[in-house]
């Protein structure tokens, strides 16, 4: 059974947040606010800092407009580290699979525990202080017009060389659609435990809360990052063909005759791209050490219907995408729901956190009046017709708890993946509750840290480019 202090916060929790729904159900509807909104002044709220002062940088980027769309992103200290030179990145990414599958995880030993999150190898403190050095100099070439304040900069800056290349995960939080936010002290913290142990970059969407902006707006959000993250590798490679010519000198990029060349470098102006604003609009850190050839979705809760939805989506368009390609998802305690009640949906309709009522409520506030139900697309992956088929969707980890309604219909759809030979794994957890993993901070769950280690395991699957990833 969940600890006494599980059971004591999720009333609290549960009031709360009853209060709050009803409350939004019953104020008179505002459709003038399209720009939305992407946190509530009640969020407890975690300041970005571009600096590795406890292993991961973070920065906040608005990436939309016309809309409160923004993004956080989780830069891991390792990307300081330089490419190993015997790594190989053709290599096979085939690898043994993790022991868990379908059922109950258990805490790993401590040695384990300290050979996974070192599974890249790690920093020395020479190379990190000589790296931080060169990297606060400002000299890399991908360096942010858009990241000076009041002309000085005191955050990390990418260097021009021995730049180390990360995966790329996007996170959907959760919060029943009406609340939550990708800079919550929960989701920072949970992010940042992620970063350090998949070794990759984490960017959390913010997206648009209901009822402010009802489906599809988050969906629209989720499938708008996974864009722009193909945007910015696009036009960070524009910018390192714009970085160096010629001047008269014979061969291309000569300008005038005579012989022996000048190197000089294009109008400083321009090795950007830059927008009419006049910011840069290449985000340096992902060009520095993104790789949007191994992307990973990750979502808990509702966020996990947004994830599921964005694969879908990465499916349909195929090489529009290029060069970012989905590798795999990670489904923690889907938001799933459906008209035709579940086991678990009967028996722990009143459990922990989110109960079956409150859910309901939650769902009422997302979608619109005339195409609520319990069996609409966003709710239920288990209704046909629902494209594009599940063999062409990527591997799925699905992450449940032993307390949690929603659990057997997670369950379920990672069984239709499998019968259609896509890797879908389920790790349940015992004793768990939802948002057991992600709500760490507030509820302290042993659980939660094994899970991300999980995670972890199974990720670095799809993502390494070594032979040796799972020789721990």
Known sequence: MP?????????????LLKHRLQN??????????????????????????????????TKDIHIDPLTSLSIRIFLPESALTPPEPHSNPNHNNAAPKPRSEHGSASVRDSNSLASRRNSYGPSTAIQRQESMRRNHAGNGVVEGLNLMSNGVYRGYSPAMDNRR???????????????????????????????????VIVVAVGYRLAPENRYPAAFEDGMKVLTWLAKQANLAECSKSMGVGKVGGGGGGVVGGGAGGIEF????????????????????????????SRCILLGASCGANIADYVA?????????????????????????????PTRSEIKLANSYFYDKPMCMLAWKLFLPEEEFGLDHPAANPLIPGRGPPLKLMP???????????????????????????????VLEYKDAVHEFATLDVLIKSPQAQVCAEDIAIWVKKYISRRGHEFSY
Request: glycine fraction near 6%.
């Open 165 to 199: 290349k990360l995966p790329v995960m996007l996170q959907f939080h959760g919060g029943g659609w009406v609340s939550g936010s990708n800079d919550s002290v929960a989701n920072d913290m949970f992010c940042r435990r992620i970063a350090k142990l998949c070794d």
């Open 312 to 340: 879908r989506k990465a499916v349909e368009g195929g090489k529009l995408l290029d060069p970012v390609k989905v590798v795999a998802q990670v489904l923690l305690y889907p938001f799933f729901v459906g008209s035709v």
């Open 24 to 57: 939004r159900i019953q104020a008179p509807p505002d459709n003038s606010d399209a720009f939305g909104v992407t946190t509530r002044p009640e969020e407890s709220v975690a300041a970005a800092n571009p600096s590795f002062t406890d292993g991961v940088a």
């Open 265 to 292: 470098k294009k109008a400083d102006s321009h090795r950007h791209i830059v927008d009419s604003f006049g910011a840069s609009v290449v985000e340096p850190w992902l060009a520095a050490h993104g790789d949007p």
């Open 3 to 15: 600890s006494v202090a599980v059971k004591l916060y999720s009333v609290f929790f549960k009031f």
């Open 395 to 425: 591997p799925t980890l699905t992450v449940v708890a032993e307390h949690d309604w929603m659990r057997d219909r997670a369950i379920a759809y990672s069984e239709e993946l499998r019968k259609v030979n896509v890797d879908a794994p």
